[in-house]
């Protein structure tokens, strides 16, 4: 079975500070991974993603998150932070042995102050 | 940019009714998903619907729930016979290939209220 924990029900930065959102994974193969963003009253929205390749993925919105294989994470960053970041990030993957579904983390709230 | 759209946004009914959520995906996508939202849970898999048939269906998709594709645009989730659990914002969602290619697009949502 596939599973994601999203450690931190909430994080609060400073605009202008850099932002770190943490995920770990479960998967019985190797993983696809995916962020994804839901600002209120909106659908969830596709920020980046990981198949294969360079553990570093660069994202919408200045965001990248790097894929750990030994610790099985996919934390996500932004170096610097804007008011507008504020909004649920869900950590999500996909197992390649298994169907075709996402299993979503429970979210993390992202506050960033003025 | 295209977007998949979701009717209606909000829908209130009484337990035991039939709802009927719809979506009308991407164009040129091959692969569409419907995923729930109950309040302040996990977003989670109910179905995954390609060449018009179901290839994928958590447990949470029993027999109360369908799915069709009537028409090559719409994708419908019927519910037959609501319960008050069932109460959660809806997404729908479609991708052009499997996910091994690309990412789910996910529309904004139908919030289900079961009174």
């Known amino acids: 079975a596939q599973s994601v924990a999203q450690p931190e029900d909430q994080v609060k930065v400073a605009e202008g500070n850099p932002l770190t959102v943490k995920c770990t994974y479960s998967?019985?193969?190797?993983?696809?991974l995916f962020w994804y963003v839901q600002y209120p009253n909106r659908g969830l929205q596709f920020l980046l993603k990981?198949?294969?390749?360079?553990?570093l993925v660069k994202g919408s919105y200045g965001f990248e998150a790097e894929f750990n294989k030994s610790q099985t994470s996919f934390h996500l960053k932004k170096p610097s932070a804007l008011v507008s970041d504020s909004a649920l990030y869900f950590c999500?993957?996909?197992?390649?042995?298994?169907?075709?579904?996402?299993?979503f983390g429970g979210g993390t709230r992202v506050l960033v102050k003025p | 940019e295209p977007e998949v759209t979701q009717t209606p946004s909000h829908q209130v009914t009484q337990m035991g009714q039939e709802v009927i959520l719809r979506c009308v995906p991407i164009?040129?996508?091959?692969?569409f998903y419907w995923y729930r939202q109950i309040l302040g849970q996990k977003v989670e898999f109910l179905v995954s619907?390609?060449?018009?048939?179901?290839?994928?269906k958590s447990e949470i998709f029993d027999d109360q729930f369908s799915v069709e594709r009537p028409d090559g645009s719409n994708f419908t989730l019927k519910i037959r016979s609501t319960k008050l659990e069932d109460s959660a914002m809806y997404f729908c969602?479609?991708?052009?290939?499997?996910?091994?290619?690309?990412?789910?697009?996910f529309g904004e949502g139908s919030r289900l209220t079961v009174l």
């Open positions: 969602a479609s991708s052009l290939g499997g996910l091994n290619t690309g990412e789910l697009f």
């Open positions: 998967v019985s193969g190797n993983p696809y």
């Open positions: 990981y198949i294969t390749g360079d553990n």
């Open positions: 999500a993957v996909r197992d390649r042995a298994a169907g075709n579904k996402l299993t």
């Open positions: 164009s040129n996508h091959l692969y």
């Open positions: 619907f390609y060449n018009n048939e179901i290839s994928e």
